[in-house]
């Protein structure tokens, strides 16, 4: 053992005094294997710190992951974007015998979703990523596709409630109190209201952004005050009646928290009515990004999409093969942007 970093499976056959085949039963849990072997095996594997290589052993069994993401069926540049990444790594991973597929669901429709995971077959797929509202019926749905042995990951919205494997995205609260830092120091005025704009208020990560946000401002700006949340589904609702309606009943507004991705008719709204307030919204699309170099937002709270669909991926693959994860690397960081510092177009 003294010529080798890393220990090998004829190492554990010979320490343990067993058989190659013994020791492939073992690492592949194939019956047939005494427990009194497999304890001694086991034992070996732990003392010589043997770790797996699961890539190789997939390859050499000729193991396929198939992935499926359920995301809102809109036009929305935020799900183009998370879209176009999974396209990008499921042809990043072809080589890798892992495959990714997107299907498209009406927006906010909970028994659509229910629908795509009780029709997912275990048989011919491995796991799940799916954008969903935090609804009895979605959860129950989750955890049937769970028990049926689908891997269920839940993306930017988390689903507690459920059995859900992991969730995949920022910290919604720590968003929520970071937009509230930001509009609370940028706002000149010692006092006003700020609005909130929600494209749901029954959506778990805006209701955990909202949480954030209503606690900073409370603690550290009593004096600005946070009004309830608009729904704003529909931008040519929003830019014509709501947010006219809004700045007529509240005059004194001094700042729009956006706590969901950038949408047209707010932008058209700042465009067209040169209001003076300050504007926090959320991700970094290409009609934010123009937004943000233009002065209509003053900063925008984002996360990493490209990250969000390979950590997907990857704790996918972990909970399919039952092996750990690297929590550090799946942590999805809260990432502000200014006009400033914008990174370059991709």
Not at 71 to 95: R, V
Not at 201 to 215: N, V
Not at 302 to 308: A, K, R, V
Request: aromatic share 6%.
């Amino acid at each position: 053992m003294a010529s080798r970093d890393k220990p090998t499976v004829n190492d554990i056959a010979r320490h343990a005094g067993v058989s190659l085949a013994t020791v492939d039963r073992v690492l592949n849990a194939r019956p047939g294997v005494r427990k009194v072997t497999i304890d001694r095996v086991t034992k070996t594997i732990n003392e010589l710190g043997y770790i797996r290589d699961t890539a190789a052993a997939n390859l050499a069994r000729k193991r396929i992951y198939r992935f499926v993401f359920l995301l809102p069926g809109n036009d929305a540049e935020f799900i183009h974007s998370l879209e176009e990444q999974i396209l990008k790594q499921s042809d990043a991973l072809s080589n890798d015998r892992t495959f990714l597929d997107v299907k498209k669901l009406p927006v906010f429709d909970s028994q659509s979703i229910v629908g795509a995971l009780d029709n997912l077959d275990p048989t011919q797929l491995d796991g799940v990523a799916v954008i969903a509202p935090e609804t009895p019926s979605v959860r129950d749905a989750v955890d049937r596709a769970r028990a049926r042995g689908i891997a269920v990951v839940a993306l930017l919205s988390d689903l507690p409630s459920s059995q859900r494997d992991h969730f995949i995205g920022i910290d919604n609260t720590a968003a929520g109190r970071t937009a509230a830092q930001l509009m609370g120091r940028f706002i000149k005025e010692s006092s006003g209201r700020i609005l909130v704009l929600a494209n749901s208020r029954l959506a778990r990560d805006h209701i955990e952004r909202r949480h954030g946000f209503d606690g900073l401002m409370s603690d550290q700006y009593p004096a600005l005050d946070v009004l309830p949340s608009v729904e704003a589904k529909d931008d040519k609702e929003l830019r014509e009646h709501l947010l006219p309606n809004a700045f007529e009943t509240w005059p004194d507004i001094r700042g729009i928290y956006a706590s969901y991705a950038s949408s047209p008719g707010l932008i058209q709204f700042l465009e067209q009515q040169k209001t003076d307030v300050v504007v926090i919204a959320h991700e970094l699309t290409p009609l934010s990004r123009k937004a943000l170099q233009s002065g209509e937002f003053d900063a925008l709270i984002s996360q990493d999409l490209g990250h969000i669909v390979r950590s997907a991926v990857r704790l996918m693959r972990a909970r399919v093969d039952e092996v750990p994860y690297n929590a550090l690397q799946e942590r999805i960081r809260v990432e502000i942007f200014l006009k400033e510092n914008l990174p370059p177009p991709v």
